[in-house]
């Protein structure tokens, strides 16, 4: 049995996204076309009302497969096992609900904008990225699902599209990019911008932790329609990039280029900020667009958030690639 949907577009201040509504629940039926949803819509799709989810979690498992062949295992490949799902380990647990999970994002400074909107544009905003660009190949898509949202103006999640991005860019910057590479660094390596400021070197990695080079100006598999890829202070190489063959660390030409990019990528015109309530799923395309959370007084407030990573198409300068973040022993 399929469901009827309800589209509405683009989401509600913003020139890309789509609303979908379903006639159905899920355990009824799930919906059709999914893919196809997600490409017309510039990569990001909102369903709200989905409270059975947090009864069924694996319903989200089942829609995650609608988007691609793999979903993303969290008790393996390095993940901490506490921020897994206790019954359904392919759901990660964004929240500040369990021990030792890592804190919201600072309160931006000033935290409005001097016209009393909540700040979007780096490098007011800071923390963009896409989900694991530090991977090769990356991931496709990833299901995001609010159990308990905090309040509507506070942790929200803010999208900003790679495709209008980059068909606005000026010529000159164009022809800059077209062929250039950015070195993503995982988390934690001691290669973000913040690390390399302190002027320490970063500590050695393993041969699964290395950053990985990534396409600044990507091509989507399903569309065709070029889209920036990128992110910035915390998931880029700023060691040895942020890019290849240009000036690397904090001061470099690399880093004044990156600063231009993201200012660039984030303008206003460019980004959908999504109120979160509860039941929500957003489904977002890591191949064409950024996100960045806000701030929440963790200390008052509890969140629960679900996520999902799917995988699959990342397109075909990946074909035949070994997985860049599998240790030697488990690929063996």
């Known amino acids: ?11 509600p201040g913003a020139h890309f996204g789509a609303t979908l509504r379903l006639s159905k629940p899920l355990s009824e039926a799930m919906p059709e076309g999914l893919p196809q949803q997600l490409a017309d819509a510039g990569g990001l799709l909102l369903i709200p009302n989905l409270d059975e989810i947090t009864a069924n979690p694996r319903l989200l498992v089942e829609m995650s497969y609608l988007l691609g062949p793999e979903v993303e295992d969290y008790r393996t ?8 799902h206790e019954t359904v ?6 929240t500040n609900m369990v021990p030792g999970a890592r804190p919201p994002p600072r309160r931006p400074d000033p935290p409005l904008t001097a016209d009393g909107k909540l700040p979007v544009q780096y490098p007011h905003r800071v923390g963009w990225h896409t989900d694991q660009s530090y991977r090769r190949p990356p991931p496709d898509i990833s299901l995001f699902y609010a159990v308990t949202p905090v309040a509507r103006e506070r942790g929200q999640t ?3 599209s790679g495709h209008l991005a980059y068909d606005a860019l000026p010529a000159h910057l164009k022809a800059k990019v077209e062929q250039l590479e950015g070195l993503h660094a995982q988390p934690g390596t ?3 911008r913040s690390d390399v400021t302190t002027g320490k070197t970063p500590p050695a990695v393993l041969s699964h932790q290395r950053s990985q080079k990534q396409p600044v100006v990507r091509t989507h598999p399903v569309t065709g329609r070029k889209a920036l890829y990128l992110c910035e202070a915390g998931q880029m190489d700023w060691f040895d990039g942020p890019f290849v063959g240009m000036q690397p660390g904090p001061h470099g030409d690399g880093a004044k280029l990156l600063d231009e990019l993201m200012t660039h990528y984030t303008r206003p015109e460019f980004i959908y900020v999504h109120e979160w309530m509860q039941g929500d799923l957003l489904i ?7 996100h960045a959370a806000t701030w929440y007084d963790a200390d008052k407030e509890q969140r ?7 995988r699959g198409n990342p397109g075909a300068i990946y074909a035949g690639e070994k997985r860049s973040w599998i240790p030697a022993e488990a690929a063996e």
């Open 89 to 94: 380990p392919e759901i990660f647990m964004v």
């Open 158 to 160: 803010i999208f900003a």
């Open 284 to 290: 977002w395309d890591n191949r064409c667009l950024v």
């Open 77 to 84: 490949l390095l993940t901490r096992v506490a921020m897994a």
């Open 190 to 192: 001691g290669r973000s």
């Open 304 to 310: 629960m958030m679900w996520r999902t990573t799917v």
């Open 1 to 11: 049995m399929t469901a009827s949907i309800d589209v509405s577009r683009p989401l």
